[in-house]
């Protein structure tokens, strides 16, 4: 840990958080001298305040110990870079549109790769009036099942949450172009385009 870029950066936050160097130190239990040593970088956070100094100051602990926070490149909103992301323990689903750490159950999550359907897991599309009837003849029990069908279009996201003993169809309302996502807990992410 960098001592001088810590104490730069718990300066930066506290003073984000609108927090004199007394509030903080009465949040976490310590004297305002300590938090004014930190951020002159004459010392560290000690091991056992870290955790309330990063609730605290909403920072991520490793971000933290680091020194510095590198914000993403700025994305415009192109939906099309969407990434998701599953947590493994509890089953959340999270989604972002830039490079992201997402944490859960005190986790990193890894970004989902999504590839093209296979026979596996073929979709049966079907249009009834203005909307698309998906159906998918997949596993649906408690080991090996679809966990979400997610449709993408311009400016929007909808994420459906199916689970185990469900039957997979569907009924979505149907766009021009629409890039539908489907889940499958063991098997990973898919991705078709739907005209």
């Known amino acids: 840990m960098d001592s001088k870029k810590t104490g730069e950066l718990i300066y930066k936050l506290r003073k984000e958080k609108h927090l004199t160097q007394a509030a903080l130190a009465d949040k976490i239990g310590i004297s305002d001298k300590t938090v004014s040593k930190w951020e002159r970088g004459l ?3 000690d091991v056992s ?4 100094l990063s609730r605290v100051l909403e920072v991520d602990l490793n971000k933290l110990l680091l020194g510095e926070l590198r914000p993403n490149k700025y994305n415009i909103g192109n939906m099309k870079l969407l990434d998701f992301y599953v947590c493994k323990t509890c ?4 989604f ?3 490079d992201a750490e997402i944490y859960c159950c005190g986790r990193k999550l890894d970004r989902l790769v999504d590839r093209a359907l296979n026979e596996e897991h073929k ?5 009834i009036e203005d909307d698309y009837f998906i159906e998918m003849n997949h596993p649906m029990n408690k080991d090996h099942y679809i966990n979400f069908i997610a449709y993408l279009v311009d400016g929007g996201i909808t994420i459906l949450k199916l689970y185990p003993e469900q039957d997979v169809s569907i009924r979505i309302p149907r766009y021009y172009k629409m890039d539908v996502y489907i889940h499958c807990n063991k098997d990973g992410l ?5 005209k």
């Open 91 to 94: 089953n959340n689903i999270m």
């Open 43 to 45: 010392g560290c956070p």
């Open 96 to 98: 972002g549109l830039n």
């Open 123 to 127: 979709l049966e599309v079907s249009v």
């Open 49 to 52: 305040l870290l955790t309330d």
């Open 190 to 194: 898919f991705r078709c385009h739907l």
